[in-house]
């Protein structure tokens, strides 16, 4: 942080870790800009258009490949952006390089303090003559700095595009104690992240993390996938695909039936943990796979999280002076009992998804497009369409980000005779079905 | 109609084809009651409580084994019912006997002519000192008769219950041009209707209905699907799960989107018409499939709807003179071209699974039981909670409803604990979903 | 047997129930027809060359629609044909009327006696001035008759084409003993009979047989499937693709790690019984399923045989005084134990899917076309070529059986280079693979 | 070669990379063993009898942690061995030097020359008092010395047991010719090398391989499989799993029909190539992908090879002076066209999952207990058993090692009744199938 450093063309708005790791950098945004049609195809029409020209953005997410995407696209739309991470351990290096390499204002590395972290955020709310005019934030840090420390910026941003589960419910305590005073995205709920980017990147990623960490075998292992949302519907699907005998736990007796139609066991943990080879937790709660429950389980399990925090597997309660642990790969611990018993415990017990493997850039994709347009929306809707409340994005935009990927498939579309859009009562351009349609 | 019967307790308060059926059509009930646990479930608590004693039903549903454990269900909870068919077709003789016989009032049979279905539909609304204080719906037409011609009795019932996409959007238009004095539940949008009841009944009911009437083998046969709803996601999976090679048609880029992530082709019907082997409409719009492009389909192509009504598939324009009309078996029709080519029409273009398969009466029972469970609300509801609206069911029922069917697969729910109850701010009974999740 | 009838063109050679159901089964194996490409391209071949004219044919087979197709093509490649049926149940009356109008020497009808079924094969083999030179059998029992009763024939018959388990069987006894004077065609054995035939139209016919019968819902079942071979592997794949849970039963280590690979668990009987919704045997052996199983079973459960003969469910013990059965429809009994438990037992134990639901045309295609072929081989071949021995088709004919039937997928081959050919030391029109690849 | 090492036992009979790798190794070693059920049961057995003992064996095959499982395990039954790397490539150094450490003679490291490779081989035939007299080969290079280098030594030996296509290749144009003195087992047609290893270890580590080097999203995309032989099914199943559109194409019309069958369109490449996501050859076949095929590629299309060697892809059409190619990533290379399209290809054509991903042990553990039976077998087997000849392992005990992966599913095999074992004709103890079935 103290150690100033310069981009090539002698810019040193910026702090990274090592500019030198540009190039390296810009090769990884470049092959994610491959799997990333919709933000392409945004930029494109931002060569005649610039709607986000006069945004002033403060960003706050995790600095990969794939926000670098994003951030660029931004720019092209004609914002001014000023970029932060969401997370001290999360930041790509060599990507934040390229971005600073590119004359953008990042302020992110791998492996920040605590201070750190909330010095970095308050760069990219108002520094060098910068003032932002909207947020587009992932858990709230950065919408929480600036209504506690700048509430005369907050008053006057445009509004604010938020889209972890985490800040969303941050933002509707604010609007309920009537202290939002700005109008608000809530692009986590919208029909593109829940039914696509959590869905399928987790469908697509667990493999890959589980494969990476400890090369076992899938076929007849006996997998429990606990809670059935998203993130386990995709888990279970893919496991199951391969020859995985998966079992459920739920707490929700719908999900636990959709369980049970797709042809899972749905279990208490406590029933199965002692057969179990495999144990994966994707429910957002916290204490899920507890100490007892892992005294229980058989020689060689593989421990994991998919869901929210390192607290869903109880991992505190591991680190006691009896466990011996055992550090086997990157990422992979060995946690080994009195009577020789290990399990492997992969990434602490954070997000193994996100530490040990890739997210699929084109699913990635659905959901940053989705916050281009949210972005695009808020600043130049007319005064008095957004209220200081949280709002879904319009059905009809989510119509459109899903279209901007549909050529990447080469799928084509149907279009409404206009006899029919009649009789269902549509429009022929859509939206297509209510907003609440999942 | 006029021919009177008894059945063998003498009692003739009923209109059905043949009383003697009676028998037969009992142990048809019989066998669904196996299946369909909610209800079942209802019943036994129906020992202690009575929660519709006093409720005075107005029936109007398809006569099916599945219904007449309904309508035996809500007898046993207290009510009174009387009971007729929302379609001139549907109604299985041997069940209504089997109604009949044990006592009920039903006035239903198959092949009623308009009049006769107006006349029956009477009957149960008031006669013979019955006046109905509750209506379960299916299409709407109980409801706009009683709406019409009896408009005192309208006023004072305390609800509808109605299941159906058509009857749930008369009570919607009903709602806004502000004549619906009466508050509604709206079955049809239910979680547990759209997400298990549309999806799996059709998921099991395609393969045996193409089975059934022409014996195709599935195995790298060329399917298109029209429409990638609830419907054409339940007959994809079933028939890619048999090897055959899916192509889907769609309108709405986010389905179209849904259904490239599965694996499927979104294409448009003129694109690929000609290579199909089958083609199945499911889309509840008019004219998707039409004569031009019958007019290019190849020899032997199997054509059939499981959408909403005969009009999917424009069946009018093959009623021409140079087309031959063959019937080659019960529900299948071949069309044959001057040139010789024949295409498989399959129940002359109305839902083929109703028609030609039987749906599995475990996913009934989950609508069921959410009917039932929607008349004990609006019946027992204190004053004021329901307003002169359109509602759905509250989650915490719909959860309800699931939580009855979980015994059947002897799957085994997991129970908060009061820290992670906190945590989550659920309550640990549930609901655990906002209203809206699906 | 006595009541002489005659086809429209006075013609009395043969022995059907009613010559007049004609027209609809020449319907049934019009039907047939469209989907046995192999059996229609051996057709198109005969208009140039009669292969097997001087060929007089006994042949002893089911008689369906599908074995109709087979028979016709043998007489268009030239052959003089007499054909009965090898089982007194499965003669489909109205196909047997259908080939007697067309000219044909049928003696068959559904539910012949012991003794009718010894003689309609007699007039099958010599009478009114034919005797045959070539046996097309299924089961052994043509052969078994005309070896016995008729040696000087035997003697001097071409070849013995034999299809089923038991006939091969039999055929190898001979020939260990010396007793087969004449070259003989195993097609049981063949590539396309094991992997094609047997695998998929299990796959497809099992769900078929099932829902026809009970209409169950797969979704979510506890199934148990005894015997993972090739019939096994085809039932499981398809109940697991609409959402069961399956499990095996097995002897075989290797077919059971198998099922393991697959996500199936691997059970014994006795383990799993009581929590199974479905039992279908697939052995090939006998008393797989006892009464002492059946007497743990849980109510309501299924049971079905897909495997050799009505043994492997143990049905004779099932047969006692405290026992009550019950037809409840066509195929399916009710069996009730004394405390009102009752299974569900399809077609009395027998082939659940040659009584309850169709195979599909294609799949027998690839059996016909290979029997006809080996018809071809055995009687064109060169002196010498064939001792009297049992023989595997070549694999060569095996490939161009598969060949034929690939234009109904519109499936293109690649062909070898020259230099391609030459590096894999293969001949650019096949064979592909050694004999025994399988 | 030159540097000489010690162990820490001060013996330095060995030439490896690196003795201080030793440790890393030995967790590697350890971790595979926990997967390779087969191979660890047989040591149990061996702690009472010592089936090897007197066994001098000359091993050649990759250095792998699973070869480490292997090599130990024929120590404990008793066996002396030397051990030579079958690739100058693929040799793990780590795990030689854990195996150096624990007192192996092992003669191989990552990056030999040629003339090191042939002088390792040599080290383990006959050196410093050892004279091998048996072989454990891949790819018949070590049979290839012995033979012309070390003809008395070859004359001697009990057996050679062989694992790859190209060494039983060999093997059998020996014999042909009558230079096979000694008898020789395959073990790369056994069962369990076809039907387990092959299969399921492709379809496993495709997505792996994929994944690894390219992130690449599986869903939707469009990719050819170049035949579908058991690595074709193994790759082709995988990909459809996760929702990806496979083409395949074939020569081999059995092959193709079965691609059709399993809901593949069966193409010819130069049809579908420039529409293709990804590309994957698996014929061990050579040129099967051409220059002129990927002139006509999409940009950003994924090539690489399951199959043989560097040449199904023709790699070498690719170094020509108007391509430019650049390395991505390790294992990736972009080959730039004139006109800027890109193309990904994989391990330079080599087996992308051997180079790019981890094959599961247990799937090798099944070969490998292969291998070590096929060793007691010969070593033991009494004079006359087997000839001067090359053999299958005896089903029996193919049906063995299966037995002793069984466990680990925790599978539980039925056994015979005695009055079944009579109804077959079978020995309850196995071998429970024909040897030619598969
Ligand atoms: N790994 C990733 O890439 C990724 C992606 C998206 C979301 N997430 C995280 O994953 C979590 C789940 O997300 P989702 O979209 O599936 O949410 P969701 O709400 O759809 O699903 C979570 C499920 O867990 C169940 N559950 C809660 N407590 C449980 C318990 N004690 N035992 C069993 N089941 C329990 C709930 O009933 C619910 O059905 C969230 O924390 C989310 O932030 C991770
Ligand atoms: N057969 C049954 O048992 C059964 C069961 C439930 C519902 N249905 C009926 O099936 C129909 C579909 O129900 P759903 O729940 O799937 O509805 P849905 O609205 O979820 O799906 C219908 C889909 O069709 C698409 N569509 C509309 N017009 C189209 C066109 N011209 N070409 C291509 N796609 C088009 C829509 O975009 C939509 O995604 C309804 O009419 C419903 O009443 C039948
Ligand atoms: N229903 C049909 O349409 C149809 C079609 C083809 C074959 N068949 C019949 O089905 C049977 C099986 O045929 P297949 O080709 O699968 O044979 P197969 O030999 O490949 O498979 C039978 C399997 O059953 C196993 N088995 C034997 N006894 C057992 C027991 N007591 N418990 C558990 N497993 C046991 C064997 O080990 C074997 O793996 C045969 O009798 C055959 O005639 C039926
Ligand atoms: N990657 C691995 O881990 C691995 C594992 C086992 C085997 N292999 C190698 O993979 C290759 C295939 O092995 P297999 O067991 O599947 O063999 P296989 O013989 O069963 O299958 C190969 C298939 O390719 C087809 N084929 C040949 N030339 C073709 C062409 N020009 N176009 C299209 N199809 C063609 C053949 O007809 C055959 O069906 C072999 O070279 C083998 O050594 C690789």
Redesign the interface.
């Known amino acids: 942080r103290e150690r100033l450093q310069e981009n090539s063309k002698g810019c040193g708005e910026f702090c990274v870790k090592n500019i030198n790791q540009a190039e390296f950098g810009r090769?990884e945004i470049e092959?994610a800009e491959?799997?990333m049609p919709g933000l392409m195809a945004l930029r494109k029409r931002a060569e005649s258009e610039k709607p986000l020209s006069g945004a002033k953005i403060t960003g706050c997410t995790h600095i990969t490949a794939q926000a670098a995407v994003l951030i660029e696209t931004l720019a092209a739309l004609g914002a001014t952006v000023r970029w932060c991470a969401c997370n001290i351990y999360s930041t790509q290096n060599e990507v934040a390089a390229a971005l600073a390499e590119a004359g953008f204002a990042i302020f992110a590395w791998k492996g920040e303090s605590e201070e750190d972290f909330w010095w970095c955020i308050e760069q990219c709310i108002c520094s060098n003559g910068f003032e932002a005019n909207m947020i587009l934030d992932d858990g709230g840090d950065a919408t929480h700095l600036m209504f506690k420390k700048f509430p005369s910026i907050f008053k006057q941003i445009k509004g604010i595009v938020e889209e972890s589960v985490t800040g969303v419910h941050r933002l509707y305590q604010l609007s309920k104690t009537g202290k939002l005073t700005i109008p608000a995205m809530n692009v986590n709920d919208s029909?593109?992240k829940t039914?696509?980017d959590t869905l399928?990147s987790c469908?697509?990623s667990i493999?890959?993390a589980l494969?990476?960490t400890t090369?076992?075998?899938?076929?007849?292992k006996h997998v429990v996938v606990c809670g059935y949302g998203e993130v386990g519907k995709g888990c279970s699907a893919?496991l199951?695909?391969?020859?995985?005998?998966v079992h459920v736990?739920?707490?929700?007796?719908?999900c636990?039936?959709?369980?049970?139609?797709?042809?899972f066991?749905?279990?208490?943990?406590e029933?199965v943990i002692k057969?179990m080879d495999v144990i994966i937790t994707c429910t957002?709660?916290?204490?899920?796979v507890t100490r007892q429950h892992l005294d229980r389980v058989k020689n060689?399990c593989i421990v994991c999280n998919m869901g929210h925090s390192n607290t869903e597997i109880d991992v505190a309660s591991l680190r006691t002076p009896e466990l011996t642990w055992e550090r086997?790969r990157s990422q992979v611990d060995h946690i080994i009992w009195p009577d020789g018993k290990r399990i492997m415990l992969l990434a602490e017990g954070r997000l193994v998804n996100l530490s040990c493997?890739?997210v699929?850039?084109?699913?990635v994709s659905?959901t940053s497009t989705t916050q281009a347009l949210a972005l695009i929306e808020l600043f130049n809707a007319p005064g008095g369409r957004y209220k200081q409340d949280v709002y879904l994005l319009p059905k009809k935009m989510?119509?459109?980000v899903?279209?901007l990927?549909?050529p990447?498939?080469?799928?084509?579309?149907?279009?409404?005779?206009d006899?029919?859009a009649r009789?269902?009562g549509l429009n022929k351009a859509?939206p297509?079905?209510p907003n609440?349609y999942?």
Chains 1, 2, 3, 4 share one sequence.
Request: net charge negative.
């Open positions: 090769r092959i491959q799997e029909v593109t039914k696509f399928y469908r697509e493999l890959d494969k990476r090369d076992v075998m899938f076929a007849g893919a199951k695909g391969l020859g995985a005998i736990t739920e707490i929700d007796p719908i636990a039936l959709q369980a049970c139609m797709e042809g066991r749905v279990v208490r943990l029933e057969y957002g709660n916290k204490n899920v060689g086997v493997s890739s699929p850039s084109f699913v659905v989510d119509e459109y899903a279209s990927h549909l990447a498939f080469d799928a084509h579309l149907t279009e409404l005779a006899s029919q009789y269902l859509g297509f079905k609440y999942r």
